[in-house]
């Protein structure tokens, strides 16, 4: 995962909406949605509707900067 791509995850997992995240890495909404689809991707989470990427993504990042600490 890229350095920008983690900054994105970090701020998700704080909550944050595209827009929020685009605010906060002073990018566009369409620049944090592809990095999303990046992230996703990576991460192996699917669109199958049943569950939310958002949410299984934020869990991945927590369970992982926990481990480190």
Same mark, same amino acid.
């Given at each position: 995962?890229?350095? +920008?791509? +983690? ?9 944050? &909406? ?11 909404? +369409? ?34 900067? +926990?481990?480190? &600490?």
């Amino acid at each position: 995962m890229t350095a +920008r791509e +983690r900054e994105v995850l970090a701020a998700l997992a704080e909550g944050a &909406s595209n827009a929020g995240i685009a605010a906060q890495l002073v990018v566009s909404e +369409r620049t944090v949605d592809a990095h999303l689809r990046a992230i996703f991707m990576k991460l192996a989470l699917t669109a199958d509707g049943t569950t939310n990427r958002r949410v299984q993504a934020a869990r991945i990042w927590l369970e992982h900067t +926990r481990q480190r &600490s």
